[in-house]
């Protein structure tokens, strides 16, 4: 019996709650409407430090399960990223299954916002992959549970630019760790996918001086920035056989498992994808055994929800700037941590953002 029998054996008999993703979610909500077709998935993993806040993607799935998998894995994903960077916020994510060129409209962002507005601030939503700052603002019609919507609505815009430069800011740490400076001039860097992220990120770093590699699905898009920034293009899955300094993945998840990392020739791993390790606990140890530096992707790729906080705190665009930056700092501090206790940088991380959540819940109930 092949492993994907027994998941898919265990998915007929418990579809949530025996997820392997499910971890301690609060609340799963399933939203479903025929007039307009959407079918989403909200994901509530924990409320303890605050509400959780995480951005909606729309993607095309291959199926429902896999949909909600990516909920499960991203909701968790996001209470770990509040609390490692001292947000009052707890961890939610949304998922709407569809293309979004082709199936997204106006009616569509209202309706999936009607369900958002249904959980009472519970969860705020905000963008993500397939997303744009024009749909939060047709969500912000119908509910106020809502960020990243445009700077002529009132709010901070679209959070990616600020997501680079907390990516940014984690590389130079990883840098300065793994090689002895934070200086990215003539690195070889990898950057694997470049929507609005990994182009902002991939001008960072051409600008300081690496040697840029960019990789992505979309051909036209690759040769547009290859001539925009004088970077090599290398397609499909070569990438992982390419001797580098800096793999940087910033398109969907698990990109490191067990094929790619026995391939894997690189010195150090810091990108913004969301699930970077297809298994967190073994895959982080092998890094760690293989001698690569990983600067854990739900620290460094936070800038984006320490942006779209500042709509809910009121602080400016230099303090949510100012407050990304740190990263930097908290970056450096993992890998320490990671040597002095012989555990993988992702454990590291981890236990200090389990640490405050477990500390804020004593207090609440004492």
């Known amino acids: 019996m092949t492993l994907q029998t027994i998941y898919s054996d265990q998915i007929k008999k ?22 307009t077709g959407l079918k989403a998935i909200i994901g509530i993993h924990n409320t303890v430090l605050g509400p959780a806040l995480g951005g909606t993607r729309m993607w095309n799935y291959k199926s429902e399960w896999n949909a909600l998998n990516d909920v499960l894995r991203l909701s968790r994903g996001m209470t770990y990223k509040s609390a490692i960077t001292g947000l009052n916020l707890g961890g939610g994510k949304a998922v709407i299954i569809g293309d979004a060129k082709k199936q997204k409209n106006d009616d569509l962002m209202r309706k999936f916002g009607e369900f958002v507005n249904s959980l009472s601030g ?34 901070s815009g679209n959070p990616s630019p600020v997501t680079a430069y907390g990516v940014y800011m984690g590389m130079k740490a990883a840098s300065k760790y793994k090689f002895g400076t934070d200086s990215l001039e003539g690195k070889k860097i990898l950057v694997q996918g470049v929507g609005h992220v990994g182009e902002t990120l991939v001008k960072y770093i051409t600008d300081e001086g690496a040697m840029v590699i960019i990789n992505d699905i979309n051909e036209d898009r690759l040769q547009e920035l290859s001539k925009k920034y004088d970077a090599r293009v290398v397609l499909g899955n070569a990438i992982y056989n ?29 990108g913004a994808a969301n699930n970077q390790l297809a298994n967190e606990i073994k895959h982080a140890r092998i890094l760690r055994d293989k001698g690569i530096a990983y600067a854990p992707d739900f620290l460094i790729n936070a800038g984006g929800i320490i942006n779209v906080f500042s709509e809910i705190e009121g602080y400016t665009k230099e303090e949510s700037l100012r407050k990304t930056e740190n990263i930097y700092n908290t970056t450096l501090e993992i890998f320490k941590l990671s040597d002095r206790e012989n555990i993988s940088t992702h454990r590291a991380a981890f236990n200090i953002a389990q640490n405050r959540i477990d500390k804020h819940k004593k207090n609440k109930n004492s």
């Open 14 to 35: 418990d579809p949530v709650f025996g997820q392997f993703s499910f971890d301690g979610h609060q609340q799963v909500v399933f939203c479903n409407d025929e007039d």
């Open 122 to 155: 519970r969860y705020i939503t905000a963008e993500d992959v397939g997303m744009e700052t024009r749909d939060m603002d047709i969500i912000k019609e119908v509910t106020p549970y809502v960020t990243g919507v445009s700077e002529s609505n009132g709010g």
């Open 242 to 270: 390419l001797d580098l300094d800096i793999y940087s993945p910033c398109a969907l998840g698990a990109t490191i498992n067990d094929t790619t990392i026995q391939q894997l020739k690189t010195k150090v791993i810091a």
